[in-house]
Structures are given as structure tokens and as C-alpha cells.
């Protein structure tokens, strides 16, 4: 069998995962074990920034693989358990991962496929993308907990009790993407954002990025203690005295995460 995740680079210091399993897009076990394998080499590349994630031809992910649920539907519960928290693990991966994750949603995003999406630091979609809750249709819940945080419960549970498609259009207006592009400009428009977000501080960007991740969880004292914490660790890296220096000298800074 041929590989399932493609990885190219994005400029220096990023790149994209391109799930190519048609028709649908299906992250069954052989594209997570591939997801995964890459997920932690760009985790563990101290050059790495930002990454991409995508989906080739008409669909962005559509989730598990169904012939292989149905067989460890077969197995019993135990099977079926195992199943899920393999899936499970791409999602913490995603949304451990040290730098910034980008989804660029290039199809339909359906089920585990959304979920996927939802894992994801920023969702930018092309004007062909569409979302669907799909748990419901077929007697199971996903995403009933990212869902309501990232877009509010209102908006979220018509999302996730009706299980109908919505488009980019209705997804940009709930708050589920940033941006909507068409299908041929998508890539290089997040080409054009993660190069933006590589040309920041690195280690800057990886603790905002920590902290708002965490923001939902953390009261005021909690918020403002995380915070400072990693203001005081910053302060003394070599990238801030770098961009003072940049800014006294009217150039732009060069970061190098130290």
C-alpha cells in the first residue's frame, strides 16, 4: 500500500499533511499510524513552526474507516475500544502539538473528519467545504465537547442534534473558521498565514499558544498565573533581546526559538 499522508514544505520553517485516501478521505488505521509518524518527527523538529493539515480532491477527512469499525464492531467492545482510542490519539497529538496547527478544509469534513478540524489551532475553508455533525446519523456522539467551546452551545447544538450539512458560509458565521477562500486560492492563502505566523517569535507563539488552549479551563487567578509564568521565561530568551534590538535599529528581528 502506498502512503496516505503526503508531506510537503511550506517555505523554511513549515509544512503540510495532505491526507490522500480517496474517496473520502478516511483516516483508518494505516493513515493514523502514518499521521502520527509524521506528527511527531515535525513535533520533535525544532525548525518546524506551523503546520498545515488538508485533505485531497473533494474532501477534507470524512473520519474513521467504516469497514474497519464494522470489524472491530465484530471483535466486541473491547475491539471497538481499542479502535476509538487510536483515533483518539491522533486528535491529542494535534492538539499537543508544540506549534501551531492550521486546517485548511479543502471538502467535506464529516464526523471524526470535523473532529479532526476542531482539534486544529485555526480552520480556514475553501467555499467548497462542508460540515457535517454525522454521530447522530448513525447512533453515536462526536464532538459533543469541542464543538460548544469553540463555537457556543446554541450554534453547537444545532450542529450536532440535527446532523445536517452546513456550508463554509454558515460555518464562517458560527465562528467554526476564520477565513473562506476559493478552492484554488485556499493553499496559498494559508501558505500566506502560516509563513506570517512562522516570522513571529516561535517560542512566543508556542506559549500563547499554550495558554489559550487552556484559557476555558483556568478562572482569572489561574489565567493571570499562567500567564505570567510564561512571560517571565520569555523575558530572558534571546529572541526578545533580539527584537528590542530590531526595534531600536529599525529592522526586522530574526528569531532563531532561543
Not at 506551523?50 to 469499525?69: M, R, Y
Not at 453515536?140 to 444545532?158: D, F, N, Q, V, Y
Amino acid at each position: 500500500m502506498g502512503e496516505v499522508i503526503h508531506r510537503r514544505a511550506i517555505g523554511v520553517h513549515a509544512a503540510l499533511l495532505e491526507i490522500d485516501n480517496p474517496p473520502a478521505n478516511v483516516l483508518g488505521r494505516v493513515a493514523r499510524d502514518e499521521m502520527l509518524a509524521h506528527l511527531s518527527a515535525l513535533d520533535a523538529d525544532a525548525n518546524i513552526r506551523a503546520i498545515v493539515i488538508t485533505g485531497k480532491g473533494k474532501a477534507f477527512c470524512s473520519g474513521d474507516d467504516l469497514k474497519e469499525q464494522q470489524a472491530a464492531q465484530a471483535g466486541g467492545i473491547g475491539a471497538r475500544s481499542a479502535q476509538l482510542g487510536e483515533f483518539a490519539k491522533v486528535l491529542a497529538k494535534i492538539e499537543a502539538f508544540r506549534a501551531p496547527v492550521i486546517a485548511a478544509i479543502n471538502g467535506f469534513s464529516i464526523g471524526g473528519g470535523l473532529e479532526l478540524a476542531l482539534c486544529c489551532d485555526i480552520r480556514i475553508a475553501s467555499t467548497q467545504a462542508s460540515f457535517i455533525c454525522a454521530a447522530v446519523n448513525v447512533g453515536l456522539i462526536a464532538s459533543a465537547w469541542r464543538l460548544p467551546r469553540l463555537i457556543g452551545e446554541g450554534a453547537a447544538k444545532h450542529m450536532l442534534l440535527t446532523g445536517s450539512p452546513f456550508d463554509a458560509a454558515q460555518a464562517e458565521k458560527f465562528g467554526l473558521v476564520t477565513a473562506v477562500h476559493a478552492p484554488e486560492a485556499l493553499i496559498d492563502a494559508v501558505s500566506a498565514l502560516i509563513e506570517r505566523i512562522a516570522s513571529r517569535a516561535p517560542l512566543s507563539v508556542e506559549a500563547a499558544k499554550r495558554v489559550a488552549s487552556r484559557a476555558h479551563d483556568l478562572d482569572a487567578a489561574e489565567g493571570g498565573r499562567a500567564m505570567n509564568e510564561e512571560v517571565l521565561r520569555l523575558v530572558r530568551t534571546t529572541d526578545h533581546a533580539e527584537a528590542l534590538a530590531a526595534f531600536r535599529e529599525k529592522r526586522e528581528p530574526r528569531f532563531t526559538r532561543r
